[in-house]
């Protein structure tokens, strides 16, 4: 087994490029940049909506401050991975760990590469996902024939934004859209990185919760069959690995829940916002131009949410299963002092391991189902107030 993590080739490479890697002198570069070319981005913002502040700009507006959250969602998720930079080298550590402790096991094996593959897959969707989605939201500003000359007209650019310094050539104007397209792709692969890199921890997670239940139930089996090794020493392992996936998942907690929490409030406005930039555009002299702009930028949204709340569904699921798996195992034929150890897995199983936003409410698919109806409930007023 040539491969030694469940992350991405792909992650692992691009993790730099998001200031996350001990011991490497471009961290430091790599976040001056990620900060000074936030910080621009977010003074052009508020130039804009500051200047444009008018019951008439309604739409703009709107279409400013849903630009302005989805830089602000990727700073906050690029400064929880710096503050928890350990703990992200912890948890790919213990990955590490797992596959060397699976190399000789042929169902660890099976089900670690499973895993690994699902991850593959599913980095590789997010990725084009996200590429397309800029693609789409700037492909309006690039083919745009905007004069610059004439000042009776407003610039376009990918956001609704307003520099600080005078755009008077063709090709300062367009060096402008070519570094914002260039930036926003390369803030995109940051952040399908951390979407991926959750999916991809959580998905560990559950494959060494199914190689535990594996080894609970080969439990008695396993005694009869191997005279050599007692049942003291086989529930001594399987106690071990439900600790370490415990610990691996407090280690998820810590790295996501506060990403978590500010993704909760600013998708619910986002998909809020967002919908109503799609459902005033239809009518519109450039409604398809509009509605291409903005529907990826609502799916990916929307998709975001739902990853981390499925994440949340996924791993608590998988908790509960470990009990169920050692309820379900022959324990009664154990010597009482042997099933008794089995009596304290099962106890901590009903604890079920859980991400949360901030500590403050379940990640799970019903949380998706809040937001969608949060958002939808403000929709309703936005349209009510145009």
Sequence with gaps: MTRKSTVSHIVM????????????????????FWVVTLAFIGLCHFLYFSSHLDPQNFFNLVHCLSSFLAYAKVFTKLVAFWINEQKLMETLALITDDWNDCSNSEIGVRVTMRKAKLSDRITNAILILHIMTIVGYCLGAILADADVTDETIELTYANKMQLPFN??????????????FVHLIILNFTASVVNSMLLTLVLHAGGQMEILQSWLSQLISREIINKEESIV??????????IKIIQFSKNIEVLYTYIALLLFASNTVLICSIGFLIVTAIGSPDAMEQILQCLLFFSNTNIEAFIFCYAGEYLSNKSKAIGFAAYNCPWYNL????????????????????LTAGKMMDLSLQGFASIMNASGSYLSVLLAMQ
Excluded: M
Excluded at 167 to 180: D, G, M, P
Excluded at 234 to 241: D, Q
């Design 13 to 32: 490479l691009l993790l730099p490029l998001c200031g996350i890697w001990p011991g490497r002198s471009i961290n430091l570069i790599t976040r001056l």
């Design 167 to 180: 755009v008077n050539t063709q090709r300062t104007y367009r060096f402008v859209l070519i570094a914002e």
């Design 233 to 242: 020493i086989a529930t001594n392992k399987i106690i071990r690995k439900h």
């Design 335 to 354: 010597k009482p002092k042997d099933s008794r150890v089995l009596l304290f897995i099962i106890l901590r199983s009903q604890r079920q391991l859980t």
